[in-house]
């Protein structure tokens, strides 16, 4: 069965962090550049980071400095860790990869 599902959202506190993790089935993961998207209500979905299969990795300007992507290719595993959180990375986040949505996770950042 292919797919992805999103774990590790919550509520957290500005300045905060939370690390989300995805676990793919059913894809050829190492050979798969692998994406987080986000949504915030009333918004677009928005591309937050992705990894290339070799491990190059781009980041929203938003984010840069405080997001990191990694990838654990023995786990079929990508990560999303997130630092100094603002109230403005409140969303959803998604994990994607070719054509495949992940259900989502919520992130929210509040005091």
């Known amino acids: 069965q292919v797919q992805l599902v999103e774990s590790g959202g919550g509520l ?8 989300l993790s995805c676990a793919a089935s059913g894809i050829l ?31 929203a300007d938003s984010v840069k400095g405080r997001f990191t992507i990694s990838r654990d290719n023995a786990k079929n595993m990508v990560f999303l860790q997130m630092n100094s959180l603002k109230s403005e990375d409140t969303a959803v986040y998604y994990c994607n ?9 919520q992130v929210t950042v509040s005091s």
């Open 29 to 59: 993961f190492s050979s798969s550049a692998l994406n987080w998207f986000r949504q915030a209500p009333g918004q677009e979905r928005e591309l937050v980071a992705s990894i290339s299969r070799s491990g190059r990795t781009n980041y």
């Open 12 to 19: 957290v506190q500005p300045g905060g962090s939370l690390r």
């Open 97 to 105: 990869s070719w054509n495949i949505w992940g259900q989502g996770t």
